[in-house]
């Protein structure tokens, strides 16, 4: 289940997440909420949401 900062989006403040992986193909950023866990793929465009399988595929080393 999302936090409530996590259902309005990605927003600031931005220390609430912990960097776990690097796509340097993007380069893009696996985010995790310290709050509720939820995955998020930082790009230069809008964040997005991602599942557990959707992050595993973008960041296959990372452990999740």
């Not at 912990?18 to 230069?44: F, I, V």
């Amino acid at each position: 289940m999302l936090c409530s900062d996590c259902q309005s989006g990605y927003h600031a403040p931005y220390d609430r997440f912990d960097r776990l992986a690097t796509n340097p193909a993007g380069p893009t950023y696996l985010m995790r909420c310290k709050q509720c866990g939820a995955l998020w793929n930082e790009t230069s465009g809008m964040p997005v949401l991602l599942t557990r399988i959707e992050a595993r595929w973008l960041y296959s080393l990372a452990r999740i």
